[in-house]
């Protein structure tokens, strides 16, 4: 098969290298790509908003299958206009999109096929959402109806947080939901689905906050690993059955099949799985630690998702642990310094079990530079978390770049609560 990734970061590299060691591999393109996927496949610069440019390349290079990375272009259509001229695309069509694409939408689906999830109001006019919220008081959580790249939710601890919010929010993306706080412990759930069927595909915990202790402002994500031991067989069996069965179901029933990977990010709490919020794509950096423990080949399975022949299909992973590091730039997710020399990547994957993808880096003299906010995961296998654990940070440690920083504590709550670990 030739294939196509669309993306430029530490997800695509991630979902490259598994493409590469697939036995139905032809031709491995990844658009545009970054330096570390230069090393496993062509890299082309393709522009992701222009779809005629990316249909012209595919059928230049008879792609058998395109992965959409990022959720920007499936939101904007890139798979139906890739299906109008019959290229076979790993992800969902806009309609299907939009579980993302509006958290407004969403919420009003989980209404109607009555899936788990937070009270909410949807606003279009700041003062009543502030007046709703003066009401209910905080904390209440403030959300950005649009895609936001992960910056479109603000838990509001007090009101003046919330109104703060609301301001920022409602300028930037418009339409507003504000929702109740759940509580619990939050958990990122993936299923593979063909648009009737749906497997699970493993399950990570991610961390957002940008400082060690889950302080400082939420970032696209520092760290995660996988699996959480929150998430047992009986678990995912519920999850499966009150959320992502009904979500396929109501998608099917509206005229909008859901193909492609599910992301329901899951608060577990007293009365079970609420969902947060859904995303239709591999999340970042969780895509890393998940197909680090797949044992099964990628893209047959990626295959049978694009073309609805999921059934029957259970995808086999390792019972190893695995967690992953991001090294971001410094003054990320603000303002960041960009060109700053990283050396010692080599040195890094000679630590048993890592591997470590590119994000924001380019080639600069025969030398990899930062050129974004997070620029590297370093991700690594270990039979526990906290072996995995371990070879992650001795993996950081040797990369050499004082123009990047990273969080010390990544899965130290679980590999505390892991069997003949000392608390």
């Not at 395109?66 to 290229?87: H, S, T």
């Not at 502030?130 to 209440?140: F, H, L, Q, T």
């Not at 899965?411 to 892991?418: G, N, T, V």
Request: glycine share 12%; with cysteine; net charge negative.
């Amino acid at each position: 098969m030739n294939v196509l990734i669309l993306g430029s970061g530490a997800r695509e590299h991630a979902l490259a290298r598994a493409c590469a060691n697939s036995t139905h591999i032809g031709d491995l393109v990844v658009a545009p790509g970054n330096p570390g996927c230069a090393m496993i496949a062509r890299t082309v610069p393709l522009d992701l908003e222009n779809h005629e440019q990316i249909s012209a390349f595919c059928r230049k290079e008879a792609i058998d299958l395109v992965i959409v990375g990022p959720e920007a272009p499936l939101v904007a259509g890139i798979v139906d206009f890739l299906a109008a001229i019959g290229v076979a695309c790993f992800g969902p069509r806009r309609a299907a999109a939009l579980l993302e694409g509006s958290k407004g939408f969403a919420k009003d689906f989980c209404r109607e096929f009555r899936i788990p999830t937070a009270e909410y109001r949807r606003f279009g006019d700041r003062s009543e959402a502030k007046a709703y919220v003066r009401d209910r008081g905080a904390p209440i959580v403030v959300k950005a109806d649009g895609l936001a790249a992960g910056k479109g939710v603000v838990v509001a601890r007090s009101l003046d947080e919330a109104y703060a919010a609301i301001d920022m929010l409602s300028s930037a993306n418009g339409d507003l939901v504000i929702e109740e706080v759940l509580e619990g412990e939050e958990v990122s759930f993936f299923a593979l689905c063909d648009g009737v069927a749906a497997v699970p595909f493993s399950s990570a915990r991610d961390h957002k906050r940008v400082g060690d202790g889950d302080v400082g402002p939420n970032t696209g994500g520092m760290g995660a690993y996988s699996p959480p031991s929150i998430i047992t067989p009986q678990l995912t069996e519920r999850v499966m059955r009150e959320i992502v069965a009904p979500t396929v179901r109501g998608m099917a029933e509206r005229g909008s099949p859901f193909r492609g990977i599910l992301f329901a990010g899951l608060m577990i709490g007293k009365e079970g799985p609420k969902l947060i919020e859904y995303n239709v794509r591999f999340g970042d950096p969780e895509a890393e630690v998940i197909l680090a423990r797949l044992a099964d080949d990628l893209l047959p399975l990626l295959e049978a998702s694009a073309k609805g022949s999921l059934e029957g299909v259970a995808p086999i992973f390792r019972p190893d642990a695995a967690l992953a590091i991001v090294m971001a730039a410094r003054g990320y997710p603000g303002v960041v310094v960009r060109g700053t020399a990283i050396r010692g990547i080599d040195e890094a994957e000679r630590v048993t079990g890592v591997s470590v993808f590119h994000a924001g880096t380019r080639s600069e003299g025969g030398e990899i530079v930062s050129d974004g906010g997070r620029v590297l995961t370093i991700t690594a296998l270990g039979r526990d978390l906290a072996e995995a654990r371990a070879r992650a940070y001795a993996a950081v440690d040797r990369i050499d770049w004082p123009g990047g920083f990273f969080r010390r504590d990544i899965a130290s709550r679980d590999i505390a609560q892991e069997p003949g670990t000392e608390r």
